[in-house]
């Protein structure tokens, strides 16, 4: 189970920390990440952060958006600093798990996703 919080309406130029908490997983976790859905547009990724530690940033949030994770407690965030009303989004905490007898692929897409949270910048 994957729950996220943080998320809720700010003005132009604010700032927000999401977070996402996940239970257990049962197997190897080869990444993680945020990605967010506009209305009328399609889901993209915002974030990910994989299991050697390197990150990877959408180029519209290059910058001004910060990932990082707490592994003890399986604790995910988002620090959005300069948001801007493009920001504006339902935003998803996803993960990647295989078995732990897969080697994890070099880039991977999400097999779990949160239930979402939105997002709402005005001007």
């Known amino acids: 189970q994957v729950v996220e919080s943080g998320g809720g309406s700010v003005q132009s130029g604010g700032s927000l920390k999401l977070s996402c908490v996940a239970s257990e997983y049962t197997g190897r976790r080869c990444g993680r990440g945020w990605y967010r859905q506009a209305p009328g547009k399609e889901r993209e990724v915002v974030s990910t952060?994989?299991?050697?530690?390197?990150?990877t940033y959408a180029d519209s949030v290059k910058g001004r958006f910060t990932i990082s994770q707490d592994k003890v407690n399986n604790a995910l965030y988002l620090q959005m600093n300069s948001l801007k009303t493009d920001d504006t989004a339902v935003y998803y905490c996803?993960?990647?798990?295989?078995?732990?007898?897969?080697?994890?692929?070099?880039?991977?897409?999400?097999?779990?996703w949160g239930q979402g949270t939105q997002v709402t910048v005005s001007s």
């Open positions: 996803v993960a990647r798990i295989v078995p732990f007898f897969v080697v994890c692929p070099g880039s991977w897409s999400p097999n779990y």
């Open positions: 952060i994989n299991s050697d530690g390197t990150t």
